[in-house]
Structure formats: C-alpha cells, structure tokens
C-alpha cells in the first residue's frame, strides 16, 4: 500500500510503502503523484507530462526508483512499470491508500496542490 503521508522532514516529505517509510524532495514528489494520479484514474503518464522532453532523456523515473529502493516491500524490486514508448504507470499490485492533501497543500507548490486534489477527487467519501 502507497501512502501520501505528508509530512516534512527538513525539505522532504515522507511516503510510505506498507509499513516503510522513505523522504522525497518535491520534484521526485511530483512525479510520484502523477503517477498516483494515472493510477486512481486508470491511465498512464507519458514522460513529457512528467517533466521530459523528446530530445531528453528523462531521470525522475529512474531517481523516484531509487529513493523508493530503501521503502520496497520485501521480494518487491520496483512499483514502476512503463511501455518503453515514454509512458509510465505503477504496477497492478500497488494499492493506493491514503494521500494527506492538507499537508501536501501546505507545501506551497501549486503543482503538487493540484495533483492532491485531483487525487483526492478519485477517492471514496468517508461517511
């Protein structure tokens, strides 16, 4: 289970995987959340929307890997699966859980703000 957590540790907010916990900088962040996102809304990302180009490679995928290395599940090696034509989504097995909007809006990124929100839209109202 991906939790959004939300809390800051000096600039890096916590994310956890089960019952791990990792710290991403914002821009590693961002790419996470669009890959939420895709996930809650069934489609996946293509790495421009991510922050590529097509005449660039593109690193986030491969440094949001690596930050998210130390958080896997045990037996677990990557939560990423792409086509290998530019577009991106987490793996079938990730469930998305909770995602603290108010802590990710107070953040201050408008980027960030707005991936919560859109996140938080996809998900069951508590009753």
Not at 87 to 113: F, H, R, W
């Amino acid at each position: 289970m991906l939790t959004i957590v939300g809390d800051r540790v000096k600039r890096r907010t916590r994310v956890m995987l089960g019952a791990k916990a990792t710290l991403l900088p914002n821009r590693l962040l961002l790419v996470l959340l669009h890959l939420v996102l895709g996930k809650v809304e069934g489609s996946q990302v293509h790495k421009i929307d991510l922050g590529g180009t097509d005449t660039k490679g593109f690193k986030g995928i491969a440094e949001l890997r690596d930050a998210l290395r130390a958080a896997l599940p045990d037996g677990v090696d990557d939560i990423i699966d792409n086509d290998h034509h530019g577009n991106y989504c987490l793996k079938a097995e990730i469930q998305v859980g909770e995602c603290n909007v108010l802590k990710l809006m107070e953040l201050g990124d408008p980027t960030i703000s707005e991936l919560a929100k859109k996140i938080a839209s996809h998900r069951p109202k508590k009753v």
